[in-house]
């Protein structure tokens, strides 16, 4: 079945350690999201891409980067983990962006800052 | 700018019984409306999706939704409830490549 597949489920990581997660679909879709879900909290965007083009939130900070090597796989890099980044991350995928479309979300990312 | 209410942060029904969850939207145009379901540690499941034409509609899992205008809300409403139904319900309203969700709705459903 087509899917949008985030590894790994969970993550560990310590207070200022580089972490990278992982996105993959193979649903062949142009568009890719990350978004950052606190606990209790609706999602909240922090980039996407639109084939190769990078779209960064105004309020997304500097320590979220995002690489997009290929059409199926894109990642979310904390450069330096804090605790407040303690959250689920969660990665979707869209068809087209230029009109509202259904987003696929893959089962998530938790990650945990100790 | 555009934006989503979900009224109710927590609601318990019991199983049989039937549900509806509120969603009001702020925007200037014609919206489009989502509602998604996630289950404790998992992603987002798409229930149903309002873009234009028939203002209820059908979604998975035996929800439907209507969009009323005049309210500016996009309530879900399901006839009745199976306790595999208790998740956190997630309103969205979109506008190009931007997605806005509410806080979301805690359901509990009660044996």
């Known amino acids: 079945d087509a899917m949008v597949i985030q590894n790994p489920r969970y993550q560990v990581t310590q207070f200022g350690k580089p972490v990278t997660l992982s996105c993959s679909q193979t649903l062949n879709h142009n568009v890719m999201y990350w978004y950052q879900q606190k606990s209790s909290q609706a999602p909240k965007l922090l980039f996407h891409?639109?084939?190769?083009?990078?779209?960064n939130e105004a309020d997304t900070p500097d320590n979220f980067q995002s690489r997009r090597p290929n059409t199926s796989f894109c990642f979310l890099d904390i450069r330096s983990p804090g605790l407040g980044d303690a959250a689920m991350y969660l990665c979707?995928?869209?068809?087209?962006?230029?009109?509202?479309?259904?987003?696929?979300f893959g089962p998530g990312t938790r990650l945990t800052v100790l | 700018a555009q934006s989503v209410t979900q009224p109710d942060i927590h609601i318990t029904v019991s199983e049989g019984a039937s549900l509806e969850l509120r969603c009001n939207y702020s925007y200037g145009a014609t919206p489009y409306l989502f509602w998604y379901v996630q289950s404790p540690g998992q992603g987002l499941q798409l229930l149903l999706k309002?873009?234009?034409?028939?203002?209820l509609v059908q979604g998975i899992k035996g929800f439907e939704a209507e969009f009323k205008r005049s309210q500016s809300s996009f309530n879900l409403r399901k006839p009745s409830v199976h306790w595999s139904d208790a998740a956190e319900y997630f309103c969205a309203v979109g506008e190009l490549n931007d997605m806005r969700f509410g806080a979301g709705t805690r359901l509990t459903v009660k044996p």
């Open positions: 309002y873009f234009s034409g028939d203002t």
């Open positions: 979707a995928t869209s068809r087209v962006r230029d009109w509202p479309d259904t987003q696929y």
């Open positions: 891409y639109y084939d190769k083009d990078f779209n």
